[in-house]
């Protein structure tokens, strides 16, 4: 069965609104918005504006609905910006189109009629199954909002279907995270995304730390987490790909996410939406209002643009391979940078083999499990290296 990877473009999408702002999250978005009503005529001039200002060297294959709450956008909406999108560029024969949906704001006809517009494949926010977890992540939904969640995805027929779930909750124990697990795979997921709880800063959850009002997990319990989570979703054949990614088999990886993790090109398209492009990367307005404004003045509204020099480019080529279960191509790596990876990093290398922290197989090279749970660690000694 071939990979769900590819090595064409693709594009992102930021809808940035949400019902009501959960405390722990630092994706940009606004509830309430003045500018809700304009956002789909924004969009489409951004997406003018971008195409008289690329040249694209292949087709796209990959849409992705991301926020934000995308599910909030009308079918009509979706409607509207594929239809200019699709008249814009070119695409693949096949396309995957994600859609990022809270259970919160979902319903069977609507669901089925996103279905319509070509969206293949459904993210569900689900987060937990456990109302008292859902409650303290200040989720919209509770756990039956969930599980119906799910089951309309496959009524209205999403034969690709994703979860995310977060574990590592303060004052979660360890059966509460695998029956999560146990749930969200009752329902045969197709992709699972699972990501430790993170205080970033500047949310209400950070404060509240800061505070002494919350107390995180600490790191090894972190871990903890981390590997029954592998072991769990290994042993019911999961194909862990990525460190907060799972997808059943090689042909479920998400195309899309794959493209952040390999430098291929996209475009973000949305307040706040970054995209990396004939080697820059380039970053939107985080405000809707400034958004509108440039857009409907005609200007692109890119506030940052840096371009990836060789240094950067190889420092971030290891950094984004070794979150990756495939790890580091040796081959290709020695192809794109003119040297031999094994052989520059010899010095840090070395010793991750000697502890099992990573491991040579074939022509790849890849962090082990083990080296996984302290990847931030490693990953910061390829920064240091003077090499880099
Ligand atoms: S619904 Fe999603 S994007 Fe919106 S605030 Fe909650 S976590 Fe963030």
Not at 76 to 97: D, P
Not at 254 to 262: D, E, F, G, M
Request: with cysteine; glycine share 6%.
């Amino acid at each position: 069965m071939a990979a769900n990877i590819s090595s064409n473009p693709g594009i992102y999408l930021h809808i940035p609104f949400c019902q009501k702002k959960c405390p722990y999250c630092d994706f940009y978005s606004v509830v309430d918005s003045e500018y809700r009503d304009h956002f789909v005529d924004d969009i489409l001039k951004e997406i003018a504006l971008i195409a008289g200002s690329v040249k694209q060297k292949a087709p796209f294959d990959t849409i992705y609905f991301g926020g934000g709450t995308p599910s909030l956008l009308t079918v009509r909406e979706i409607e509207t910006i594929l239809i200019a999108l699709y008249h814009t560029f070119s695409f693949s024969a096949t396309v995957e189109i994600t859609l990022e949906a809270n259970p919160g704001t979902i319903d069977l006809p609507r669901l089925k009629a996103y279905r319509q517009t070509g969206i293949n494949r459904l993210s569900l926010g689900i987060q937990s199954f456990i109302n008292r977890e859902l409650q303290f992540l200040g989720r919209i939904h509770d756990r039956q909002e969930a599980i119906q969640a799910i089951e309309m995805a496959r009524q209205a027929g999403f034969r690709n279907l994703s979860l995310d779930l977060i574990f590592a909750l303060p004052g979660q124990s360890k059966n509460d995270w695998l029956e999560n697990l146990r749930m969200a795979l009752s329902f045969h997921p197709e992709h699972l995304s699972a990501y430790n709880l993170i205080f970033e800063q500047g949310t209400p959850f950070f404060n509240r730390m800061k505070a002494g009002k919350i107390i995180p997990k600490n790191p090894d319990d972190e871990a903890r987490f981390f590997e029954a989570t592998v072991e769990y979703l290994r042993e019911a054949g999961f194909l862990p790909y990525e460190i907060s990614n799972y997808a059943r088999n090689e042909q479920f990886i998400s195309r899309h996410n794959y493209k952040y993790w390999t430098h291929t090109p996209y475009l973000g398209l949305g307040p706040a939406a970054h995209s990396y492009w004939d080697e820059e990367r380039r970053g939107n307005v985080r405000s809707v209002k400034q958004y509108h404004q440039m857009v409907q003045n005609r200007r692109l509204p890119r506030v940052f643009s840096e371009r990836i020099d060789a240094h950067t480019r190889e420092f971030e080529h290891i950094f984004l391979g070794l979150r990756t279960y495939n790890g580091i191509d040796l081959a290709m790596f020695e192809q794109q940078f003119r040297h031999s990876f094994l052989n520059r990093y010899e010095t840090i290398i070395t010793p991750l083999l000697d502890h099992n922290l990573a491991e040579q197989k074939r022509d790849h090279f890849r962090l082990t499990q083990k080296g996984l749970f302290i990847s931030d660690e490693i990953l910061s000694q390829f920064w240091a290296d003077p090499h880099v």
